[in-house]
């Protein structure tokens, strides 16, 4: 049968997870109507040895990098290496929900859709905690009573731009066709693959003056909270990099960027979250250049407040702390 959708994978040193979130998907009912395509992003460890395991099944197909890529690049790679109606991007540790297969293809069998948001969940390392829906990346919780279908893709920017984390998207293959060949103008920002939807959408809504974008309310896709690979330099990510990821969206989105982007900014440069950074020695007047890049000039003076307070400049230099070093 022809298959119509693809679980991309990007790993990069994660073999013992990555193993496992194959497995779990192995044992999904009808794991043989999809593909699973992995793209090692020139792992020092023994994933490609341990991937010869699965040259058995003919719908795993496996890359391997002969020279590594950036974070973005290596998800942008394994998309293009798919061949079937649409993907879904999925973390290296992250699992499908028991069923969850079987549910997702429902629906993308039934309806097509141009783009679809999974929700997902929290869980432990060892799977055996549920530690909620309340994702690190989000600015608030996905709260909806039913599936969502939206034809606007500003309302869904508005809505959901936060909650779109790697590891919930299905999209379809035309993105590649449409805007990862040639759009490399969000690259460097962590979160390519998310801005490259969004480009997808409004260039498939100029196109076609229709959008049909669905957002599933039940949790299909688990989260699991291990170290990350990002883990230091979540505050440049943070700080820097997702405010150049706003500005970096085109015209299309103009109004909704700036009403987020404000909303964004006082989250980050409130006195609660400067001090939390501070006594953890992640913001110093050394990178106040780096990271108030696109704060306010009121944002700009809290900054340089909460870096002078006496008593967080000697917790700074207790040992153990990384003072600051996620900038080099």
């Not at 999209?171 to 801005?195: C, I, M, P, Q, W």
């Not at 700080?239 to 150049?244: A, G, K």
């Not at 964004?264 to 006594?279: A, G, T, V």
């Amino acid at each position: 049968m022809n298959k119509i959708l693809t679980i991309a994978i990007p790993t990069k040193n994660r073999e013992k997870y990555l193993i496992e979130t194959i497995n779990s998907i192995i044992r999904q009912k009808l794991f043989f109507n999809i593909e699973v395509v992995v793209c090692n992003n020139k792992s020092d460890d023994t994933t490609h040895i341990s991937m010869q395991k699965y040259s058995e099944y003919e719908n795993i197909p496996y890359y391997q990098n002969e020279q590594a890529l950036s974070i973005d690049d290596n998800m942008i790679k394994v998309a293009s290496l798919v061949n079937t109606k649409y993907f879904l991007w999925l973390g290296d540790d992250d699992f499908i929900v028991k069923d969850g297969l079987s549910k997702i293809l429902n629906y993308i069998e039934k309806e097509e859709y141009d783009f679809v948001l999974l929700s997902a969940t929290r869980v432990s390392e060892d799977l055996s905690v549920n530690l909620g829906c309340n994702l690190e990346t989000s600015l608030k919780n996905i709260k909806i009573d039913n599936n969502t279908i939206y034809k606007s893709p500003k309302d869904f920017f508005l809505n959901h731009c936060f909650h779109m984390p790697f590891g919930t998207l299905i999209v379809k293959k035309e993105l590649y066709d449409l805007v990862l060949k040639e759009n490399k103008r969000f690259r460097g920002t962590s979160h390519a693959y998310s801005g490259l939807v969004f480009d997808y959408l409004s260039k498939k809504y100029s196109m076609t003056k229709s959008v049909k974008i669905l957002l599933i309310r039940e949790e299909l896709i688990m989260l699991r909270q291990v170290e990350k690979t990002w883990k230091n330099t979540a505050t440049k990510i943070m700080m820097q990099e997702i405010p150049e990821w706003f500005l970096l969206f085109d015209n299309f989105y103009e109004n909704e960027v700036k009403k987020i982007l404000t909303y964004y900014l006082n989250l980050q440069f409130n006195f609660k979250s400067l001090i939390s950074r501070r006594i953890n020695g992640l913001i110093s007047l050394r990178n106040y250049t780096y990271f108030t890049k696109y704060a306010s000039f009121k944002q700009k003076i809290k900054y340089i407040l909460v870096c002078f307070l006496p008593v967080l400049i000697i917790k700074e230099n207790i040992p153990g702390k990384n003072n600051g070093k996620e900038i080099s």
